[in-house]
């Protein structure tokens, strides 16, 4: 019991004495100084102290607390101290350039507490380099890596700078302050696959005074997708009808160990079309193409926040149909020198669509264009006979690599030739016939397109007509005197042409012609007689035989015993100058006329008929 009492009794003492000290202490001032004062070499000892002016009602026994700060703001704590004395040392050892910047201390005592106004302290040299730890050093994209940058022998505060290496120069990733660590760490997501080289740096407090940069630390970084493919059958191209496979497939990397699924979308546009979220490493899928299929599709392959899509453009062509060749001969046949066109056309099929003209005969393109439409034209400027048969086109549309062609149906093109002016003739070695004669006429044509329908006309009567597919003959019976004016008229699809009239022989009766010839002379004598008879003066020296023709004729005008062919009659009237006295008149002339029959072989004898003239007796 006395123990305890006492034990109490000292507690009470110990209360009543320490309250007793704290009534009236009052700090007057606290400062800061340094020893060497401004600016000191790197490497030297500086001594910071701190003072103070306390005023207490007795002694004080190490109450007094020194705490000494580096910072404006009293950001790192260097040390604290309990002391009787009024003042503290705190002493840096080999200064260094980090240790540049604001000091200060406060004094706490018997409840009250006063902090020095700060003192700046610059060490002149360079920050240490600092020293980059990494982890892991190889990782996938989309990983998170582990940066450690320290600086030992540096203290607080301090700025520490992160680089990375990229597109051929250090950028600066991140920048973190430390007010009481010389060191820190960094974890930062690996975005791209060369994101692969890293280093950092320390500054000071103040901004001025930097550090070099650590070594350079490279780290493997791997695509999370080691392949990421995209692939849209088929390859060579895409018409509509075809069976269109579209497929996305990824391989990820054997460094990945994260349990995260991947997930893959095939996307058209920005519509997407299939999404595979099971981890399954494949997306697929298989349809007929059509139009509306054309455009834009993706693959997207996602884990964790990596990202990555591949990109093909799809368009689907619609094949031409079979084409239609026409031209512009309604009649499917061409006047020759006359020009027409050939056109092929088709309903339907994407531009642009290659248009080829053959001439079956030949095989070889004729012509060939390419287009943006529809239809394509063939012109031939001037037909020829030779241009004549079967013409076809083709039409011809391509996707990608692959193509489609069609072709036309067969028309037949036929150049025809219009028919010259035909030529009427007779086929005969004579130009004179008798009556009853049967006398053959050809009618005939340089050019035209068979068949030819020729027509025979007399003074524009129609004869006959005949079809052939080559030039004709008429034959035509010699009964009437006035045969004459004979022309032909040759025709085919194109044109019509008419010969000249013909008008090339005699047609004859031997015994009207034979009394006609005699008349003729009768008058000529007696005319002849008048003159002598008026001109007595005029010697007769004509001969008694001058006067004289012989006649021997047939009923078919032929001269008896005579073996000739050839049918004809000469008449010629000669002029003989007679024997005068006095020439001053030409009615003085005598007239003479020479008949000359020649005839030609005949099948039937007919009576002969003889005359014989004698001049002089009438």
Request: hydrophobic content about 35%; glycine content about 4%.
């Given at each position: ?323 239609i060749l026409s031209s512009t001969s309604i009649h499917r046949f061409v006047v020759q020198g006359d020009g027409y066109n050939l056109t092929c056309s088709v309903s339907g099929g994407s531009w642009p669509i290659t248009y080829t003209f053959y001439k079956e005969a030949t095989g070889r393109p004729l012509h ?251």
């Open positions: 019991m006395l123990k305890a009492g006492i034990l109490v009794l000292s507690e009470l003492l110990c209360a009543v004495v320490t309250a007793d000290f704290s009534k009236g202490v009052t700090i007057n001032l606290v400062e800061i100084k340094s020893d060497p004062e401004g600016s000191a070499k790197m490497g030297i000892s500086i001594n910071l102290t701190c003072s103070a002016n306390i005023v207490a009602p007795r002694a004080l026994a190490h109450q007094i607390s020194y705490s000494f700060y580096k910072g404006s703001a009293k950001m790192f704590l260097l040390e604290n101290v309990v002391s009787t004395q009024l003042h503290s040392t705190f002493t840096i050892k080999s200064a260094r350039a980090s240790h540049t910047g604001f000091y200060a201390c406060t004094v706490e005592v018997g409840g009250e507490m006063m902090t020095s106004d700060p003192l700046h302290v610059e060490v002149k040299g360079h920050l240490q380099k600092p020293q980059l730890a990494v982890h892991p050093t190889k990782l996938i994209v989309g990983s998170q890596i582990g940066l450690l940058c320290q600086a030992d022998e540096e203290i607080p505060p301090l700025i520490f700078v992160f680089q990375k290496y990229k597109n051929g120069q250090f950028i600066k990733v991140y920048e973190i302050k430390k007010n009481s660590q010389n060191y820190t760490n960094l974890k930062i997501k690996i975005k791209d696959a060369t994101d692969q080289a890293y280093r950092c740096s320390i500054q000071g407090e103040d901004l001025q005074n930097i550090s070099d940069f650590s070594e350079v630390v490279n780290v493997t970084v791997q695509d999370p997708f080691s392949s990421h493919q995209f692939t849209i059958e088929p390859q060579s191209g895409f018409f509509v009808g075809d069976e269109l496979t579209i497929k996305c497939t990824v391989q990820m990397s054997h460094l990945n160990s994260s349990d995260t699924k991947l997930e893959l979308t095939i996307v058209k546009d920005t519509i997407p079309l299939m999404t595979n979220v099971n981890g399954s490493l494949e997306a697929k899928i298989s349809k007929t193409a059509n139009t509306n299929d054309s455009g834009e599709y993706l693959c997207n392959a996602k884990w964790q926040s990596s990202f990555k899509t591949v990109k093909q453009q799809v368009d689907v062509t619609v094949p031409v149909s079979t084409p060939q264009m390419n287009l943006s439409g529809f239809e394509a034209v063939y012109s031939i400027p001037s037909a020829q006979t030779s241009q004549s048969g079967k013409y076809f086109c083709k039409a011809t549309n391509s996707a990608g690599k692959s193509t489609r062609t069609k072709r036309s149906l067969d028309i037949n093109i036929t150049v025809k030739v219009p028919v010259s002016t035909p030529q009427l003739s007779a086929l005969l070695n004579t130009t004179i016939v008798n009556f009853g004669d049967n006398v053959t006429l050809q009618c005939i044509t340089s050019t035209g397109t068979l068949p030819i329908t020729y027509s025979l006309y007399r003074n524009h009567s129609h004869l006959a007509t005949i079809l052939t597919a080559q030039s004709t003959v008429f034959q035509v019976t010699i009964n009437s005197s006035e045969h004459y004016g004979y022309s032909c008229t040759a025709e085919n699809h194109i044109s019509s042409q008419s010969s000249h009239s013909y008008q090339h022989w005699l047609v004859y009766s031997p015994i009207l012609l034979g009394i006609m010839l005699i008349l003729c002379c009768i008058v000529k004598h007696q005319k002849s007689k008048r003159l002598k008879a008026q001109n007595q003066h005029i010697q007769d020296s004509y001969r008694e035989n001058d006067y004289v023709i012989d006649l021997e004729l047939d009923k078919t005008g032929s001269a008896s015993g005579s073996s000739c062919e050839a049918q004809y009659i000469n008449v010629k009237r000669q002029m003989k100058e007679p024997k005068m006295e006095n020439s001053g008149s030409n009615e003085n002339n005598v007239k003479y006329t020479e008949i000359n029959f020649a005839c030609r072989k005949v099948q039937q004898q007919n009576p002969t008929i003889y005359a014989r003239i004698d001049m002089t007796k009438l």
